[in-house]
């Protein structure tokens, strides 16, 4: 009898633990398990450089981990999978689900022509605690409100399912006629600017194990209030473990709830929830990474600056700790959320820079680029969207160094030429006294900017822009 086969279709669930849909793959004789990067429907949103560098090392690591039996393939997946069943006793595929509109949208099509042809077609979901259309108000409308949506909606609602463990004896198959090599994807640049995210990540299933292991370690007990110190390692830096599937939110939500039940936990739950919170929102809001949920922001008078906005993205805008944070991400692929809230309301409120640019600055550098929290957290920042941040509060940047860096440890890590000031004017070096600056070889202007904005007169002048749009709907 020819034993009958089945696809596991990896997408963001680049792991073995905790697959569900490589789980229910594992009971056929045989699983093809393959990876397909689909660069031409992702259109606007294939993948930004330092997630392709993140892919590259983590399909490495994938693949290893499978006895080197991941089939890997680039292209137009249905035309792939229709290549494949044309040469193997595939009875079945099975991939996880992906929430991005044009995946959800390529998916159904897949699936119906899947069918059509006697093939069964099977997805699961492997990524989220809630599935997005499960958790609604008692209307059946979507909660907009973080709060409602998470303490009504989500813990109201069925338990997240139990993780599950990693298929045994399972006999992997190899495509060893239509798949190409790793290399041939070109994920990695050609400049080899990702030498310097290196050292900062352990890419992989096993990393992601080991670097929450760290955070249960050292961080947690500490989380609710640590996770506002970007010098501190009190964050868990597993978000994009969690983007690509090395980790499930199920493992996470389990093994911290197994610890006990403390402010802490409860803590790190509830930002688990936010990521919910932002699936949710993309799931209703389709548009959401490019319209703003709030329809009176359309008329908001945004600046078109080509100077500033490069100031910003390159860390030149001489306010420290601003600059510190587009830094970090540039060399790590990564930035605090402490500091992501700080940079994001300097470029849409003091910049009034459209925060289109900061979500498309984000999507090419942010190791963790994922289309939900992107979307959410730069509409939310802008005020713009669901439960957003109101209009007035705008981040003082040299406050916010001043109470979450207050030693200058993150500052002087990231901004080395402006390192030997003391504490009282390494926040604000333009207000330093001229002798001081002499004293420690720094030239504003030269060695290091000079302010790219004055801090009080955009705030000013932000707050005018947002008191325009009210009084227009008035």
Not at 58 to 85: K, T
Not at 208 to 230: C, I, S, T, V
Not at 311 to 328: H, L, Y
Not at 451 to 465: F, G, M, T, W
Request: proline share 7%; charged share 25%.
């Amino acid at each position: 009898m020819t034993k009958q086969i089945a696809i596991h279709w990896f997408r963001q669930d680049l792991r073995l633990s905790d697959n569900p849909a490589l789980y229910e793959a594992s009971a056929y004789d045989s699983v093809l398990p393959i990876y397909i990067l689909d660069d031409d429907n992702a259109d606007d949103y294939a993948m930004g450089g330092a997630s392709r560098w993140w892919l590259h090392q983590s399909l490495a690591s994938l693949n290893a981990s499978l006895g080197g039996r991941l089939s890997i393939y680039s292209g137009n997946p249905m035309d792939i999978l229709e290549d494949i069943i044309s040469r193997f006793n595939v009875k079945a595929v099975f991939w996880n689900r992906c929430y991005e509109p044009w995946r959800m949208h390529r998916d159904a099509l897949i699936k119906k022509q899947l069918t059509t042809k006697d093939i069964e077609a099977n997805s699961l979901n492997g990524s989220l605690l809630w599935e997005p259309w499960t958790i609604k108000k008692g209307d059946g409308t979507p909660y907009k409100v973080f709060t409602p949506f998470y303490r009504k909606g989500c813990l109201g609602s069925v338990p997240p399912r139990k993780p599950l463990p990693a298929p045994e004896k399972t006999h992997y198959l190899k495509d060893k006629q239509g798949c190409v090599e790793l290399g041939t994807l070109k994920l990695l640049p050609d400049i080899h600017w990702d030498s310097e995210l290196e050292p900062h990540w352990q890419v992989g299933e096993a990393g992601a194990y080991d670097r929450f292991q760290q955070f249960l370690d050292e961080g947690l007990f500490h989380y609710k209030d640590g996770r506002n110190f970007p010098s501190r390692q009190h964050v868990s830096r597993i978000s994009p473990y969690l983007h690509f599937g090395e980790i499930s939110a199920n493992q996470l939500w389990y093994e911290v709830k197994g610890i006990g039940d403390d402010q802490h936990i409860e803590h790190f739950c509830s930002e688990l929830g936010w990521r919910e919170f932002s699936y949710s929102q993309l799931y209703h809001n389709p548009d959401l990474p490019t319209k703003n949920l709030q329809p009176k922001f359309d008329a908001f008078p945004w600046q078109q600056d080509s100077d500033l906005l490069r100031a910003w993205q390159t860390g030149q805008t001489g306010v420290p700790m601003v600059d510190a944070g587009m830094r970090e991400l540039w060399q790590t692929g990564y930035m605090h959320n402490r500091v992501r809230m700080i940079v994001g309301s300097f470029l849409v409120k003091n910049l009034r820079l459209h925060w289109h640019h900061g979500e498309r600055w984000f999507w090419d550098t942010l190791i963790d680029a994922d289309l939900a929290n992107n979307s959410a957290s730069w509409q939310w920042i802008a005020g713009c969207g669901a439960d957003a941040a109101p209009y007035f509060r705008i981040f003082n940047p040299v406050t916010q160094g001043q109470k979450f860096d207050p030693e200058g440890d993150y500052i002087r890590k990231y901004i080395p030429e402006i390192a030997s000031l003391p504490n009282k004017n390494l926040f604000s070096p333009w207000e330093a006294p001229e002798p001081l600056l002499n004293e420690n070889g720094i030239r504003l202007g030269s060695t290091y900017p000079k302010p790219i904005v004055d801090l009080k007169q955009s705030r000013n002048a932000a707050l005018e822009a947002f008191k325009s749009l009210k009084q227009n709907q008035s």
